[in-house]
């Protein structure tokens, strides 16, 4: 069987995420599952806000390449994001909207993205858990190309989640984002 190359990150910057803790634990899951797993941090990325003249002047910024290569080499997506007034981050929008570019003639646009298919989840502080960013991500990735697992799992009262070590005190979450991950594994199986 062949093994199913995923690609997780967090939808946020910030060095604490929540949502980085909780691509962590999925990253995991997917490893379990059978798939070869880069989990990645959009914070190493320093991706400057898209301006279409900015790239016609400088062309793609080297973090952009490297984000774009990674999308390139890997089938599968999850992404745990939080909610901006209740919308996606702008970092993730931003990320995408640096892969979504074409690079040479030959390529069509949202080359590394159409065709993959994505596992999506959130946490957040608040008592929704990010549920309406992801009611927001979920189209937005679906207008790109991107399957979408109907599932999707969301952590509220998120500071309250975690212990000391990343790992999600109550294990009915962590089996919940184990079976969301395990699923998309076993879509690109
Ligand atoms: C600009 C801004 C807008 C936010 N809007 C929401 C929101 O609409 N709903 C919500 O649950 N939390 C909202 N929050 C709180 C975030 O969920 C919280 O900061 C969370 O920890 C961010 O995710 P992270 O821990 O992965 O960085 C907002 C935070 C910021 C900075």
Redesign the pocket.
Known sequence: MKKPRILVF?G?L?A?????KIAAIAADAARSAGAEVTLISLRDFRLPLFDEDLEAAEGMPEAAKQLKALFLAHDGLIIAS?????TLTAALKNAIDWVSRATSPDESPLYALTGKSAAILA????G?G?S??LTQLRPFLVNIGIFVMPDQVTIPK?HEAFDAAGHLLDPSQTAAIHALSASLVAKLS
């Open positions: 967090g946020s910030r604490e995420s929540y949502n980085q939080p909610e901006y007034n209740s946490a957040s502080p608040g929704y990010g309406r960013g998120a």
